[in-house]
């Protein structure tokens, strides 16, 4: 095969990967999958991780469960937002897997964080109904 065409040929590849993963992080941040059965969603909670890989769009009924992927280092989950639910937030802890679950009842779009690392380790949780 000619080098322009194995040229074209990776640019169109390249083209359908791209399109296809911005179709998938649209659609998931838009509404969560429709599943009826609850799910559970893991958050590796550790410094640096905040943004979109500390943000989740989810539905009611499904839990998040942090994990402490460090050794040594102290965290919790918080959030001072009106909108987080009255019981929501883990105590201090220390340890790599360590972890806090929270089942999510009811719709919400909150912002969370570590009270220890609030400028490195943040997010923002957002419980909505799903569309088919």
């Given at each position: 095969?000619s080098?322009?065409?194995?040229?074209?040929?990776?640019?169109?590849?390249?083209s359908i990967?791209l399109?296809?993963?911005?179709n998938?992080?649209?659609?998931d941040?838009?509404?969560?999958?429709?599943?009826?059965?609850?799910?559970t969603?893991?958050?590796?909670?550790?410094?640096?991780?905040s943004?979109?890989?500390?943000?989740?769009t989810?539905?009611?009924g499904?839990t998040?469960?942090?994990?402490w992927?460090e050794n040594?280092?102290p965290h919790?989950v918080?959030?001072?937002?009106?909108?987080?639910?009255?019981?929501?937030?883990s105590s201090i802890?220390?340890?790599?897997?360590m972890?806090y679950e929270?089942?999510?009842l009811?719709?919400a779009?909150f912002e969370?964080n570590?009270?220890v690392?609030p400028?490195?380790?943040?997010?923002t949780i957002?419980?909505?109904?799903?569309?088919?």
């Open positions: 095969m080098k322009i065409f194995l040229k074209h040929m990776g640019i169109l590849m390249l990967i399109v296809s993963c911005e998938n992080v649209e659609k941040l838009i509404t969560p999958p429709c599943s009826p059965e609850p799910v969603h893991e958050i590796i909670w550790k410094m640096g991780v943004g979109q890989l500390a943000s989740l989810i539905k009611p499904d998040i469960r942090w994990v992927g040594d280092m919790d918080n959030s001072n937002d009106p909108n987080a639910p009255g019981d929501f937030g802890m220390i340890g790599q897997g972890t929270y089942t999510f009811e719709e779009v969370y570590c009270s690392h400028d490195t380790m943040f997010g957002t419980v909505v109904q799903c569309s088919e």
